[in-house]
């Protein structure tokens, strides 16, 4: 099964431009990949997921995809124009400066190619470019860093308070036949910086994305990453590999309910004294969804911390699962930390697996980690039935009300509410 995969993916590899400034490192990524071959159920990171199988048969059966435009129509169901942001469109995996809308942008922010950022921010670019998600260890990383055809750079400057989210809509054009596409990103919060990023999804097909994400000294950043548009049939793999400095806020906002096996891998290396890393999800499935929630806080410097929810919600025949992990390493004294993962499962032919783990090797720490697992709450639901409330409308309220906690921590008013409404439609 592997030979025939390195032989499309090495195809695949041949058809990039052999040109650009980085295609040694791809060249590395590649026989990385080739030296770990892909996860199968053995290993323990990828025990309830298949992802193997899957990924063979679209190599097998895809060649690479020619884009396709995009109408105006089809953007404009896309892009929340609701909400005051500025508006970057990336289209079957590239920048679409057509219905890109930066204006304004300029004294906070840069947004660049990869090819632009190696000619006009070279020396930030490849400080970090390639330097977290390592090839080396992590083979959908190793994959990507291959085969990605452009990536996206965002260099927010020292000081810069960002006045509206950048919002990076990731859309593959219908007409696109079930594509195999490789985003990647790289953002840098500079020093003193405040901002917000939102990555929202409607793609086909097979997507394995990667980004790279920088928290300088005393920066602020809101990450968030959308997964409620997914095609039904469509495939992704998101690995976000966070770095943190000193007095930095990493602030993370993962929500997914849609797509047919999604695996997302979020991890934060906290490098300095005094940074804090929040991590919140939500997973909302149906039918036979399969969603994976792989996530990493590593604690290596004292006094800092880290605070984990992640709620998940299992109707139908769908198949949930968390694997969260936190490590405190012996330097990171004063560090507390907390992980929790709730859970409603609401069919009995839906599926929850989840494991929550705590690795500390300090003494002087406040960690804790929890699961749990059960269904709707029947004393409330009787109550609500005493009242003359339908069960139906009951039951939908009781789900709402659990998700609810996690989507009230977003700060952006008009994003909780489009959240709320999008969540709504999926009861229909």
Same mark, same amino acid.
């Given at each position: 099964?592997?030979?025939?995969?390195?032989?499309?993916?090495?195809?695949?590899?041949?058809?990039?431009?052999?040109?650009?400034?980085?295609?040694?490192?791809?060249?590395?990524?590649?026989?990385?990949?080739?030296?770990?071959?892909?996860?199968?159920?053995?290993?323990?990171?990828?025990?309830?997921?298949?992802?193997?199988?899957?990924?063979?048969?679209?190599?097998?059966?895809?060649?690479?995809?020619?884009?396709?435009?995009?109408?105006?129509?089809?953007?404009?169901?896309?892009?929340?124009?609701?909400?005051?942001?500025?508006?970057?469109?990336?289209?079957?995996?590239?920048?679409?400066?057509?219905?890109?809308?930066?204006?304004?942008?300029?004294?906070?922010?840069?947004?660049?190619?990869?090819?632009?950022?190696?000619?006009?921010?070279?020396?930030?670019?490849?400080?970090?470019?390639?330097?977290?998600?390592?090839?080396?260890?992590?083979?959908?990383?190793?994959?990507?860093?291959?085969?990605?055809?452009?990536?996206?750079?965002?260099?927010?400057?020292?000081?810069?308070?960002?006045?509206?989210?950048?919002?990076?809509?990731? $859309? !593959?054009?219908?007409?696109?036949?079930? =594509?195999? %596409? /490789?985003?990647?990103? *790289?953002?840098?919060?500079?020093?003193?910086?405040?901002?917000?990023?939102?990555?929202?999804?409607?793609?086909?097909?097979?997507?394995?994305?990667?980004?790279?994400?920088?928290?300088?000294?005393?920066?602020?950043?809101?990450?968030?990453?959308?997964?409620?548009?997914?095609?039904?049939?469509?495939?992704?793999?998101?690995?976000?590999?966070?770095?943190?400095?000193?007095?930095?806020?990493?602030?993370?906002?993962?929500?997914?309910?849609?797509?047919?096996?999604?695996?997302?891998?979020?991890?934060?290396?906290?490098?300095?004294?005094?940074?804090?890393?929040?991590?919140?999800?939500?997973?909302?499935?149906?039918?036979?969804?399969?969603?994976?929630? $792989? !996530?990493?806080?590593?604690?290596?410097? =004292?006094? %800092? /911390?880290?605070?984990? *929810?992640?709620?998940?919600?299992?109707?139908?025949?769908?198949?949930?699962?968390?694997?969260?992990?936190?490590?405190?390493?012996?330097?990171?004294?004063?560090?507390?930390?907390?992980?929790?993962?709730?859970?409603?499962?609401?069919?009995?032919?839906?599926?929850?697996?989840?494991?929550?783990?705590?690795?500390?090797?300090?003494?002087?720490?406040?960690?804790?980690?929890?699961?749990?697992?059960?269904?709707?709450?029947?004393?409330?639901?009787?109550?609500?039935?005493?009242?003359?409330?339908?069960?139906?409308?009951?039951?939908?309220?009781?789900?709402?009300?659990?998700?609810?906690?996690?989507?009230?921590?977003?700060?952006?008013?008009?994003?909780?509410?489009?959240?709320?409404?999008?969540?709504?439609?999926?009861?229909?």
């Amino acid at each position: 099964m592997l030979s025939s995969l390195q032989q499309a993916l090495t195809q695949r590899f041949e058809a990039l431009d052999s040109t650009l400034p980085f295609y040694a490192t791809r060249q590395q990524a590649l026989r990385d990949f080739k030296a770990q071959g892909l996860p199968t159920l053995k290993d323990e990171a990828y025990k309830y997921t298949p992802i193997a199988s899957l990924l063979t048969a679209y190599f097998e059966s895809n060649q690479p995809t020619t884009p396709v435009p995009a109408t105006p129509e089809e953007i404009a169901s896309v892009c929340y124009h609701d909400m005051d942001a500025y508006h970057i469109v990336l289209l079957n995996g590239q920048v679409s400066k057509k219905y890109t809308q930066l204006e304004g942008h300029e004294q906070f922010v840069q947004v660049l190619t990869f090819q632009e950022a190696y000619q006009q921010q070279q020396p930030a670019f490849l400080e970090h470019f390639a330097q977290y998600a390592l090839s080396t260890t992590d083979v959908f990383a190793a994959l990507n860093t291959a085969l990605f055809e452009e990536g996206l750079f965002i260099h927010i400057a020292d000081h810069a308070m960002v006045d509206k989210p950048l919002w990076l809509y990731h $859309y !593959t054009a219908s007409g696109t036949c079930q =594509p195999v %596409t /490789y985003p990647r990103l *790289l953002v840098v919060a500079g020093k003193h910086s405040q901002a917000s990023i939102i990555t929202s999804w409607q793609t086909i097909g097979f997507t394995n994305a990667v980004a790279e994400v920088v928290v300088q000294e005393n920066a602020r950043l809101d990450y968030y990453t959308l997964q409620t548009k997914l095609g039904q049939k469509s495939h992704q793999v998101n690995t976000t590999q966070c770095q943190q400095a000193q007095k930095s806020m990493l602030n993370t906002y993962t929500f997914t309910w849609s797509g047919a096996l999604v695996r997302n891998n979020l991890n934060s290396v906290i490098n300095a004294p005094y940074s804090e890393t929040n991590m919140y999800g939500l997973y909302y499935l149906r039918r036979q969804q399969h969603v994976d929630n $792989y !996530t990493m806080v590593d604690h290596r410097k =004292p006094y %800092t /911390y880290s605070n984990e *929810l992640y709620k998940g919600i299992m109707m139908d025949e769908s198949t949930g699962v968390f694997n969260g992990r936190i490590y405190v390493r012996p330097e990171a004294q004063k560090t507390n930390a907390f992980q929790t993962n709730n859970n409603l499962v609401l069919s009995n032919h839906a599926t929850l697996h989840t494991k929550p783990q705590l690795e500390i090797w300090a003494d002087d720490v406040k960690c804790s980690h929890g699961a749990t697992t059960g269904q709707l709450d029947e004393e409330k639901l009787f109550y609500l039935r005493t009242r003359g409330m339908p069960e139906d409308m009951a039951r939908y309220l009781l789900r709402q009300g659990f998700a609810n906690e996690v989507i009230e921590k977003i700060p952006l008013a008009t994003l909780r509410t489009e959240l709320y409404d999008n969540l709504a439609t999926q009861e229909n």
